[in-house]
């Protein structure tokens, strides 16, 4: 069973930064694409971006685009989550979740596995 692990979450400010990162147990993880999903208390799960396996194909919402970054190491088995300029509306437990068809898409429902999610906290 595939396991995948969120870490990195945390309190910050305002305009400052956090770094995700989602491990996971299997190799096969290099040939999937990899998601990340954020849902804020009383509101749905929301995409956050999402990337393939070469990073050649990378998505990201509009309101984190130009102020998130995804990336990932296939030797690790590890994708990450950089996320700059931090506002208070991005609060929220992330996720990252796994596909295993190659393809880059936005809909939750079209992951295959999911982490229990990390708190990332921004404060005003």
């Known amino acids: 069973q595939v396991q995948l692990v969120e870490s990195g979450g945390g309190l910050v400010q305002a305009g400052g930064s956090l770094s995700l990162s989602c491990a996971a147990s299997e190799r096969f993880l290099s040939w999937y694409v990899m998601g990340w999903f954020r849902q804020a208390p009383g509101k749905e799960l929301e995409f956050v971006g999402a990337i393939n396996w070469s990073g050649g194909s990378i998505s990201y919402s509009d309101s984190v685009k130009g102020r998130f970054t995804i990336s990932r190491d296939n030797a690790k088995n590890t994708v990450y989550l950089q996320m700059n300029s931090l506002k208070p509306e991005d609060t929220a437990v992330y996720y990252c979740?796994?596909?295993?068809?190659?393809?880059?898409?936005?809909?939750?429902?079209?992951?295959?596995?999911w982490g229990q999610g990390t708190q990332v906290t921004v404060s005003s």
């Open positions: 979740a796994a596909r295993r068809v190659a393809i880059v898409v936005r809909t939750a429902a079209e992951y295959d596995y």
